[in-house]
């Protein structure tokens, strides 16, 4: 729904007219936030926290499966209320288990809220960055070539990635320049070929038929007979 409204606006504006004259323009969030370096930051500090609470699910898991091999082991000699103890025990255990993986991973768990958490101050840098370049260049509206806004085809005049960075002091020299090339080969060029000579023709594979015989270039004067 969200993609569907972003087209219709998107489509609206186009549909405008030039009796509007909006001025649009548009930016790569995904390779912005690439380059700065607190959201490099926020994804190391991310990337610690899941492991730390997926090794703990793991350690629950092998602690669950231990029940249960410890269980299968005993059944034969358990009376029918022990039984059901240890089948209360490991439902219990694995419903701890899943309300723990889904509290972390789940739909707005942990894992999603401290993304939200460590992502915002770097987005609302981003945006302080756009709103003023935007003011800067005069348009009216900036789309996210990263968001739900599927981009058929973009023109890289409107393009204000760029500027964006610059504003937030990241387009120096050294940085977002295109990959080095490799090194450049040269081509000696051919050789005119010598020129024949009136009182004979000489063989050259350049000049060969697929039957093999010679073919003499057009213009060029060939002796036959015998010398007087």
């Known amino acids: 729904m969200k993609r569907f409204f972003c087209v219709f606006a998107f489509l609206g504006l186009l549909l405008a007219g030039p009796a509007q004259a909006q001025r649009l323009g548009y930016i790569d969030t995904e390779f912005i936030m690439s380059k700065m370096p607190e959201y490099a930051q926020a994804q190391t500090e991310l990337n610690k926290l899941s492991d730390t609470w997926q090794k703990e699910i793991e350690a629950q898991q092998k602690d669950l499966d231990k029940m249960y091999r410890t269980y299968q082991a005993e059944e034969v000699v358990l009376t029918e209320p022990m039984k059901k ?11 701890e288990l899943k309300a723990y993986r889904t509290k972390q991973f789940g739909y707005e768990g942990q894992i999603f809220k401290k993304r939200q958490e460590l992502n915002k101050p770097v987005q609302d840098k981003i945006f302080e960055a756009v709103e003023k370049v935007a003011k800067t260049k005069k348009l009216n509206m900036v789309f996210d070539k990263a968001s739900d806004l599927t981009m ?13 960075l610059e504003e937030l002091g990241l387009a120096s020299p050294d940085r977002n320049q295109p990959g080095t090339k490799g090194p450049v080969k040269t081509v ?28 003499v270039p057009a213009g060029t004067k060939t002796r036959t007979g015998t010398k007087p």
């Open 152 to 164: 058929i085809y973009t023109d890289p005049t409107f393009d204000y990635t760029e500027y964006v």
């Open 188 to 215: 000696n060029p051919p050789k005119a070929p010598a020129a024949a000579t009136a009182t004979k023709t000489t063989t050259d594979s350049r000049f060969e038929s697929d039957s093999g015989t010679p073919e």
């Open 85 to 95: 103890k240890r089948q209360d025990e490991m439902l219990k255990k694995e419903q």
